[in-house]
């Protein structure tokens, strides 16, 4: 009988956006694979059987509780070699159910993308968060961090009890971008002489696009913004657009599969967020040859050298913002510059970069 793999995340999208190259791993190492996620449900290659779970997006909510009571039915029954958890909430009510289950055999892997508690959290909810951790760290074979801070974490609360791994993302597919130039036409609306920035990310408080929109103000005319992506807050977002009286500057397009037609035509990759663990787009763009302006914030940090290969500034302050974006904006040349830099930078983020390490771990936990 073949090996069983549980592999979980809070969405479909999740598993569709970075995980395939593992799931085909997996299967070609002769495993039977089970996906279990929530959201919008998606066909989900490599996977012999999916377990669709609708996991709430309140953490505490009663409805996850109930899952996790599913979920220890599931592995019961299944008896999974391995279980490989991923995003903050499906990863506690996962592991939860493995208590539940009660573990035996099964090797379960943590994937990281970024813990969600951090100094801009209250002291309650970051309490709370790592709580949820330390309940779930015994039966937690070992835990994969993206970033320096993420890795202090799990190393000094002892998240894992057998060892804690450090990697570089998932691995983003270079291919794709490695060869991207200059898009000679720009669309309508949009001047050769302009100056566009991009973010692409979900709508979200975490995610902060309201201080990007509002700091717009703060620059010229020909400095404009291309939101990507949707989320609960994209229409207060495009309200906050229209009452600032910058429709003309802000730009919408909504979610976007193929993101490196739009990195064609931008001159810097901007983010705002309040937390990150090795945001993926962020790597995309510097693969694309795109500058970045980012908020000084782990995640953020591990990607970015200040004054080197893009601008830190301070979360949630738009002068320190703006004024990163200006010595880009009145530096042609030095945008140039960093851009062609950061094409060097995103080599150590590739597929072929990252992808060894990941499944040694899993053969070893196998």
């Known amino acids: 009988m073949s090996k069983k793999v549980l592999y979980t995340a809070s969405t479909y999208s999740h598993i569709k956006n970075f995980h395939l190259p593992y799931l085909r791993f997996l299967k070609e190492q002769g495993l039977s694979v089970t996906v279990m996620a929530g959201g919008k449900k998606a066909p989900i290659p490599f996977a012999d059987f999916i377990a669709d779970m609708p996991f709430q997006k309140k953490f505490f909510s009663p409805g996850n509780f109930v899952l996790a009571f599913k979920i220890a039915g599931l592995i019961r029954k299944q008896r999974f070699h391995m279980i490989c958890t991923n995003t903050a909430l499906a990863a506690f009510f996962t592991r939860l159910a493995v208590i539940l289950a009660g573990k035996r055999d099964t090797a379960v892997v943590n ?5 969600l508690f951090d100094d801009h959290v209250t002291p309650v909810k970051k309490a709370v968060m790592l709580l949820a951790e330390r309940i779930t760290a015994p039966v937690t074979d070992i835990v994969l961090t993206m970033n320096g801070r993420d890795t202090e974490i799990a190393e000094k609360h002892r998240l894992a009890a057998k060892g804690v791994f450090r990697i570089d993302g998932m691995g983003v597919d270079l291919k794709r971008f490695r060869a991207l130039e200059r898009a000679e036409k720009r669309p309508a609306g949009i001047c050769a002489e302009d100056f566009l920035l991009i973010c692409a990310a979900e709508f979200s408080k975490r ?37 600032a009286g910058l429709s003309a500057r802000v730009f919408f397009p ?6 490196s037609e739009y990195y064609k035509i931008a001159d810097v990759c901007v983010s705002a967020s309040r937390i990150e663990g090795l945001p993926f787009h962020i790597m995309e763009a510097m693969a694309s040859g795109l500058a970045v302006v980012a908020s000084r914030i782990k995640g953020h940090e591990d990607l970015i050298a ?22 880009l904006y009145e530096d042609r040349q030095l945008c ?15 597929l072929e970069a990252v992808s060894p390490e990941i499944k040694r771990l899993f053969l070893n936990y196998l």
Do not use: W
Request: glycine letters at 12%; proline letters at 1%; aromatic letters at 8%.
């Open 306 to 327: 200040d004054g080197e290969n893009g601008f830190l500034f301070e979360y949630n302050c738009a002068s320190e913002f703006a004024e990163a974006v200006m010595k």
């Open 111 to 115: 994937i990281v993308h970024g813990y």
């Open 336 to 350: 140039a510059q960093i851009g062609s830099r950061n094409r060097t930078c995103a080599e150590k983020y590739s």
């Open 254 to 259: 909504g979610h976007i599969t193929d993101v």
């Open 207 to 243: 995610k902060n696009q309201r201080m990007l929109i509002s700091a717009l103000k703060g620059l010229p005319d020909g400095v404009k913004l291309f939101l990507l992506g949707d989320g609960e807050l994209l229409g207060s977002c495009k309200q906050l657009a229209e009452e």
